[in-house]
Nanobody, 113 residues
Framework: VQLQASGGGLVQAGGSLRLSCAAS????????MGWYRQAPGKERELVARISAGGGINYADSVKGRFTISRDRAKNTVDLQMNSLKPEDTAVYYC????????WGRGTQVTVSS
């Protein structure tokens, strides 16, 4: 299974970006798909995740600003990021859990002040 993430980039504070992640390869059913991020010098942290049943968790820091969605048929997960802040700057990683855990390579998000 490969996870291909796209949509990162440079944006000014207050702007928006949409990240997309598509799983390809074996046709797994993913119990959970989500997004994590890692800023320089910090540990990787959960941003948002969504279960097969539609249950969603967000990090407190992104609640009200980010929205996660998934297409189970296509095995894709998207992250709509609004009202971006400089502290959202990080490499964002897609993660999929089928019992086995798969990670994408990461996509850089940079928010300038």
């Amino acid at each position: 299974v490969q996870l291909q993430a796209s949509g990162g980039g440079l944006v000014q504070a207050g702007g928006s970006l949409r990240l997309s992640c598509a799983a390809s390869g074996k046709n797994f059913t993913f119990r959970v798909m989500g997004w994590y991020r890692q800023a320089p010098g910090k540990e990787r942290e959960l941003v948002a995740r969504i279960s097969a049943g539609g249950g969603i968790n967000y990090a407190d820091s992104v609640k009200g600003r980010f929205t996660i969605s998934r297409d189970r048929a296509k095995n894709t997960v998207d992250l709509q990021m609004n009202s971006l802040k400089p502290e959202d700057t990080a490499v964002y990683y897609c993660r999929a859990d089928s019992g086995w855990v798969f990670w994408g390579r990461g996509t850089q998000v940079t928010v300038s002040s």
